[in-house]
């Protein structure tokens, strides 16, 4: 090579050097060089020129003006370049790429003086059109790369000016091909940077523009294809070891972050619109889906949208507001309340799941804290946040600062009548003090009760300060609001969908605290101000009359009133709602007819307690029936419970994973134990109606269900230790039809099932068991779900535990629970003229109206399980439609129009009134508890069944296998014990279950305990069921079972119906005889001792606490004297036996039996778990009877007729296990 050619390579390398570096000042003295030996590229020096008179005629405008601001002609010699640029253009020949970078110039030069329209007709078309060696690596300079982005940036900035942004976008996708010189991995230089960047900016903003507008579609598989490359140019330069920083790229721009912004926002449409994922330009990933993929692309836009927004965010002094800052907190929330929602589920959110995702949250909350000052809103979000992931002290330690710096705020702000932005308006503040007094009633104890009772009581203070609501029919239209005397409305007028949520949180807050108050003389007040605060929520005019939580909570409390009419009404209105056309699945699948199994449950006990048991066990079936199909509910697992080996089952599990999941694989542990409560009752009607022998053969189907809702907790269920062969009841198959199908099998099966052999199952010794015949009125299809390889799940058992107790009531789910009330003779229930005839029930019997609570409630007959849900109400239809219900006859209550009445109509339902059955947003996040305490709830439940499966065993006469389920959940209770002992976090104890906990482990040992008492006194050995019931009261003081089980017998001992035992033990004689060292004559002479003493009329009657005078004991003649000084009490100690002979005890030991016994009994009916549990009130009126109180006792007996007329077959709070919350 000569040394001229070396020249005219060094000097045209130099050139490229510093127009791509952007040396300008070095650019005219190589293009003289240039100019001067290489003769032949006279274009490019002509261009070179031109690009230098371009660039210093921009530098003279001021530093605040766009690129795209127009130069004056005067500064930029226009009519002297462009003739130059197109005399060279036209006269080369020889380098193509020469004439392009020429025309690219031409046009820049038209564009830079604002001849936009030249310019766009000017600049050429695409690199790869105008130079095909273009697609090869080596094919062409960088500078002709950064002239192929100029143009195509000039050509769709000038149709941008022309509002034709969509030509625009378009001009700029067929660009993109010009960065691939970028994305190679080579270090570009300056110029190829800024262009580069230019160009990326300027296409995010124009799609940001035409999405808004409307002009461009999210729906696009390109919609995102500019902000994917605007994000991949940020990893290119990374990578290249320039990695951008915050600020502004070039002059005049647009901050960098804003471009993330956009991006952010436009991904965050994406996700809350549920939209197909763009796959435009999208970089290959291993993400597994289309979610996976859409969380991780978010995740990595908030990542750097926070990083730039904080970093260029300073701490606000304090009259500023960082409004950039809030405005990205919301949108974060939003995509929070999308990606926490039961539509998401653990796997598509990756790594750490839904408990991951809000501690990163968390991170970004706490981390936004430190831009802002006093952020009303950042509180709000870390009190939700922190509740989703369950740590409740820090979120109420949140909201407790959020409603200090709101209370203040508000005050300030009505005294000096100037709004603050950065607070919450009243509407937000009411709905965020909604949530809290909600979360405090749904997870909390008595401690979290009183809290929600004062929030409450503050809440309706606000709302007394506050304007009218908007009226339901004007939500959506503009209304005019006070203006103070600057022309600033404070306090805008609330909706109504607010107004309604407020009150329905006050009614809630007032129905726990009367559930958990100390004061007794509170309780029914506060109870009726919860009817009213109800009655506000669902007001027609400005509440919110088709929410389903407060119907629900409405009713439970109505329940609870013992108005069942009123009750049934407004359950009926939200069963027999339509549902909302149009409206978003916020909730899961199926969300309408999960949130109304409550409802078909609080419907079968309201049923239950007007005796209509068969219609109650119809309303538990509808709560299932209403799925149609049993695979959605329990997927299409194998449903027959038939024997298949592990490798069938692993191999079948690869290939229909997804297919077999059902709806109960998306329910939180919550609506899984709804459905077992409803179970439960299921089982307990059934003990009712065929006896506790048919109740123990169908307790496999609750441990079946249990195992498939929580899985296997334990290898194997106890040994069955009795074998149980019985006849089935001639009244099967008539009186309980609607629970021949079980909900796990279809409606054909239902009908054509048969009764194999007994089967035989081989437990884990080897040794074979044989398992119950199963009843023809059983659910036989339910022992499925594989098991016969996995122990029983669970079988009910009474509220808190409880299982049986010496006078069984419906309550107790025993059979005989009516009948055994007929024993004491002032407590016999009226029988309704349809009571369920247990002999012959046909198809063809004619069912009449029956009186109940004065009025006529029509019962229609089961005609199969085919009967479609509306004719399930469609009986009362005719009556209801004329009568008005009231809340109470008699106690002055007011008179409540039942929005069943708008429901009811034609058994078409085509009148029916359309109910939210979960309303939106839901009052609360879905709460992801921690691992342990989630393993602690389902033991709880898991303790619950087997405990009440041991009272079925217990009431049938089935010891040995009532003993074994008590051990089983001995065994639960000890391994519960040991959880809590090892647990470090200090927020749970013993005493403590903690916040969301169910029980706290001693009243688990209250449980266990207390049903040990009464299978001991099922087997006839009294002292020892009060040893056990007196171990219950050690661990949990106020166990219900407990004090009335002990309070029995105390009564019995003072009573004498219960003597005490031998205090010398038999002996076994050689010959196999058994005998008494004590001689036999001795019962005789105490016996005659005892009737002696009955005659003594001196005996006091009424000791501690009873109140009366001794004149008052009825067994004493008018003309004797009571006094302690008569010589009866005298003679009556003086012939005291010797211990070893005693077959009584002493009179003063019986007093204190007695006594204890009142004392028991009167605190446990003061207390909200007591004041309406009819078996304390019948003990405590025998209390009364043996104190010689007659009076008091009647009262008493009264009551306890009161509570009998409206108490189910369980308790109410049996329905939900959030109290009050639905």
Not at 247 to 275: C, H, K, M
Not at 786 to 791: D, E, F, R
Request: glycine letters at 8%; charged letters at 25%; aromatic letters at 8%.
């Amino acid at each position: 090579m000569s040394k001229q050619t070396t020249k005219v390579a060094l000097y045209l390398s130099r050139l490229e050097e510093a127009r791509c570096e952007g040396k300008w000042d070095d650019l005219p003295e190589l293009v003289r060089k240039v100019r001067k030996h290489a003769t032949d590229r006279l274009c490019l020096t002509t261009t070179a020129e031109s690009e230098y008179a371009i660039i210093k005629a921009s530098q003279k405008q001021s530093p605040e003006s766009r690129p795209g601001t127009a130069v004056s002609p005067q500064d930029l010699d226009v009519a002297q370049l462009i003739p130059r640029l197109v005399g060279a253009i036209d006269t080369e020949t020889s380098y193509p790429e020469d004439k392009y970078q020429a025309q690219v110039c031409v046009g820049w030069l038209h564009w830079t003086v604002g001849q936009y329209s030249e310019a766009s007709s000017l600049l050429p078309q695409s690199l790869e059109t105008e130079l095909p060696q273009a697609d090869q690596p080596n094919g062409i300079s960088e500078w002709t790369r950064v002239c192929s982005l100029k143009a195509a940036y000039l050509k769709a900035n000038c149709l941008a000016r022309n509002d034709e942004r969509v030509a625009a976008l378009g001009v700029f996708e067929s660009a993109l091909v010009s960065l691939s010189h970028v994305w190679s991995g080579q270090k570009g230089r300056k110029q190829l940077r800024f262009w580069a960047e230019l160009f990326l900016t300027e296409f995010c903003m124009l799609q940001a523009q035409a999405l808004e507008r409307g002009e461009k579609n999210l729906e696009d598989a390109n919609s995102l294809a500019p902000f994917r490359s605007w994000a991949k140019y940020w990893e290119v330069s990374k990578d290249q070891g320039s990695p951008l920083v915050g600020g502004y790229g070039f002059r005049g721009a647009v901050p960098r972050r804003r471009v993330w912004n956009e991006y952010y926002a436009a991904i965050s449409s994406i996700l809350q619109q549920d939209l197909p994922f763009p796959t435009g330009f999208v970089d290959v990933t291993n993400e597994a889906s289309a979610r996976n993929q859409l969380r991780s692309e978010l995740k990595k836009v908030e990542i750097a949208y926070e990083g730039l927004l904080l970093s260029e965010t300073s701490f606000p002094r304090a009259e500023e507001q960082r409004q950039e800052v809030e405005d990205f907190v919301a949108a974060v929330m939003r995509n929070w309340s999308v990606l926490n929602g039961r539509d998401w589920h653990e796997q598509d959110l990756g790594p750490g799941g839904k408990e991951g995702l809000s501690r990163g949250i968390l991170d970004i909350l706490y981390r936004a804290a430190t831009k802002t000052f006093h952020s009303t809103a950042i509180l709000r979000y870390l009190f939700t946040v922190h509740l989703s992931v369950a740590e409740f002290d820090l979120a109420f330690h949140a909201f407790d600062s959020y409603l200090e710096i709101v209370k203040k705020g508000k005050a300030r702000v009505d005294k000096t009548g100037h709004p603050e932005p950065s607070l919450d308006d009243d509407a937000t503040v009411l709905e965020t003090v909604s949530q809290a007094i909600t979360a405090l009633c749904k997870y909390g104890f008595q401690d979290a009760a009183e809290k929600a009772h004062d929030l409450g009581t503050e809440l309706e203070g606000m709302l007394q300060k506050l304007p009218s609501p908007l009226p339901n029919t004007q939500d959506n239209i503009t209304t005019l609001d006070e203006e103070d005397t600057n022309g600033v409305i404070l306090h805008p007028r609330i909706p109504s969908r607010v107004y309604a949520l407020s009150w329905q949180a006050i009614g809630v807050s007032q129905a726990q605290w009367s559930r958990t108050t100390f004061d007794a003389s509170v309780r029914t007040e506060t109870q009726m101000k919860a009817i009213r605060s109800f009655q506000k929520s669902l007001s027609p005019d400005n509440g919110n009359p088709t929410d389903v939580r407060t119907l629900f909570t409405l009713g439970l409390l109505l329940a609870e009133q013992r108005e069942l009419t009123a009750a049934i009404d407004i359950v009926k209105a939200a069963l027999m709602s339509n549902k909302k056309t149009g409206e978003a699945n916020e909730s899961g699948s199926y969300w309408r007819e999960r949130s109304l199994i409550p409802l078909w449950h609080l419907l079968a006990l309201l049923l239950s307690a007007r005796q209509d048991f068969m219609m109650a066990a119809r309303a538990c079936e509808g709560a299932f029936e209403q799925f149609d199909d049993p695979a959605v509910l329990f997927g299409s697992q194998n449903l027959q419970g038939t024997f298949r080996s592990e490798h069938l089952n692993e191999m079948e599990a690869q290939n229909d994973k997804a297919q077999s999941k059902g709806l109960v694989d998306e329910m939180d542990d919550l609506e899984k134990e709804g459905m077992i409560e409803v179970k439960m009752t299921q089982l307990a009607l059934l003990e009712l109606l065929e006896g506790p022998e048919v109740a123990v053969n169908a307790s496999h189907e609750l441990l079946v269900l249990y195992t498939r809702l929580f899985g296997s907790f334990q290898p194997k269920a106890p040994v069955t230790t009795q074998k149980v062969q019985m006849e089935v009841p001639k009244s099967s198959a008539g009186t309980i039809r609607s629970l021949r199908g079980s909900f796990f099998g279809n409606r054909a099966e239902r009908t054509s099932r048969n009764l194999g052999p007994a089967p035989i199952a081989e437990n884990s010794g080897g040794r074979s068991a044989v398992l119950p015949e199963r009843p023809l009125t059983t659910q036989t299809t339910m022992s499925t779900i594989n098991s016969t390889n996995t122990g029983p799940a669970i079988q009910v058992t009474k509220e808190n535990g409880e299982v049986g107790e010496t006078r069984r009531t419906r309550r107790s789910s025993s059979v005989r629970g009516r009948s055994d009330s007929l024993r004491r003779n002032s407590l016999k229930k009226r029988e309704p003229s349809a009571q369920p005839r247990r002999g012959s029930t046909s198809g063809n019997t004619i069912h009449n109206a029956t009186m109940v609570d004065g009025e006529d409630f029509y019962t229609p007959l089961a005609d199969g399980a085919s009967q479609e849900r509306v004719e399930f109400f469609a009986s009362g239809s005719k009556s209801d439609m004329t009568r008005q219900q009231s809340f109470s006859k008699g106690r002055g209550l007011l008179r409540y129009d039942s929005t069943a009445s708008s429901a009811r109509g034609s058994a078409t339902g085509s009148d029916s009134l359309v109910v939210d059955s979960l309303s939106s947003p839901n009052p609360l996040p879905i709460v992801q508890f921690p691992k342990e305490q989630v393993k602690r709830q389902r033991q709880t439940v898991l303790v619950k069944v087997w405990l009440m499966i041991a009272a079925f065993y217990r009431r049938a006469k089935m010891y040995g296998d009532a003993k074994g389920a008590i051990n089983e959940a001995k065994k639960l209770v000890d391994e519960l014990e040991g959880d809590v002992a090892r647990d470090t976090s200090g927020s749970v104890g013993l005493r403590n279950p903690g916040w969301g906990g169910k029980k706290s482990v001693e009243e688990l040992w209250g449980d266990v305990q207390s049903e040990l008492g009464y299978h001991a006194l099922s087997e006839g050995i009294p002292y020892s069921a009060r040893d056990y019931f007196e171990e219950a009261l050690m661990h949990y003081p106020d166990h219900p079972p407990a004090i009335v089980g002990l309070s029995n017998i105390l009564l019995d001992i003072y009573s004498e119906a219960l003597l005490p035992p031998s205090a010398i033990p038999n002996i076994t004689l050689p010959d196999g005889r058994s005998t008494n060292l004590v001689s036999n004559s001795t019962p005789h002479k105490s016996q005659a001792n005892r009737s002696s003493i009955k005659d003594i009329p001196a005996l006091p009657s009424t000791p501690l606490g009873l109140g009366g005078g001794v004149g008052d004991n009825l067994n004493s003649p008018p003309n004797e004297d009571p006094s302690p000084g008569n010589e009866s009490n005298g003679v009556f100690a003086d012939e005291l036996p010797a211990p070893y002979k005693a077959v009584s005890l002493p009179f003063v030991d019986r007093l204190a039996a007695r006594d204890r016994a009142y004392g028991l009994l009167s605190g446990l009916t003061k207390l909200g778990t007591g004041w309406n549990y009819s078996d304390a009130w019948f003990a405590l009126a025998r209390a009364h009877e043996e104190s010689g109180q007659p009076d008091k006792a009647k009262d008493v007996l009264w009551w306890c007729v009161e509570l009998e007329e409206g108490m189910g077959i369980r308790e109410w709070n049996a329905v939900s296990a959030n109290g009050y919350v639905l």
